[in-house]
Structures are given as structure tokens and as C-alpha cells.
Nanobody
């Protein structure tokens, strides 16, 4: 069982930056693939980024490439999402999730955090 708690969301102006954190409980964090997803009002939850067990491979949605960076610190049981050049269309609740394998489908992930709100004003 893995429990995930996100933090770091907030209100930021367009062009600004935020760093989201996701703290995981349990001794097996390093064995999980970690992903970030987001869900805007009235829209489906969508993949943003994922990182493999050791952090050597990362995967991004087209909307995140070049602006967002996912990384993890297994010693701290934490995964991060550094977001730059934020735009109003990035406004959403951001969730971290854990799974045994790299996948882009939210339905494949076994464990989820409660989400953190990111609002980008124009």
C-alpha cells in the first residue's frame, strides 16, 4: 500500500513557475513508477509526466514538453513536478499516482493522491 500526498499548488500569473511535490509513504517507493496527471473542470483526467523507478527515464505529454520537468528523490520518497512558463490552460487539479509500470492511462495507476489545485491567471 502506498499513500501519496501532493503539495505546492497555488495561484500564479501566466509565465510563472510552480514546483509540485508528492510525498509517498511506505518502504517500496523506489519500486514504483510515478506519474503526474491533471484534471480541469469538465474535462477528463490527463497524463502530464511520468518517471521510472530510478529516475533515469522520463515521459511527457506534448503539452508539458519543454516546460515541465519530473524528477524524484527516492531517499526522501518524493517525486516533483517543476512547472515553468505556466499558462491559463494549465489550470487544473494536479494528481500524483503510482504504478508498477510505465503507462499513460490514468486507469492503470494503482495509487493516487488527493490532488493539489494549480490556478494560472492571465
Amino acid at each position: 500500500q502506498v499513500q501519496l500526498v501532493e503539495s505546492g499548488g497555488g495561484l500564479v500569473q501566466a509565465g510563472g513557475s510552480l514546483r509540485l511535490s508528492c510525498a509517498a509513504s511506505g518502504p517500496t517507493f523506489s519500486s514504483y513508477v510515478m506519474g503526474w496527471f491533471r484534471q480541469a473542470p469538465g474535462k477528463e483526467r490527463e497524463f502530464v509526466a511520468a518517471i521510472n523507478w530510478r529516475g533515469g527515464r522520463t515521459y511527457y505529454a506534448d503539452s508539458a514538453k519543454g516546460r515541465f520537468r519530473i524528477f524524484r528523490d527516492n531517499a526522501k520518497n518524493t517525486v516533483y513536478l517543476q512547472m515553468t512558463s505556466l499558462q491559463p490552460e494549465d489550470t487544473a487539479v494536479y494528481y500524483c499516482a503510482a504504478d508498477r509500470y510505465i503507462t499513460y492511462a490514468p486507469t492503470d495507476y494503482d495509487y493516487w493522491g488527493q490532488g493539489t489545485q494549480v490556478t494560472v491567471s492571465s
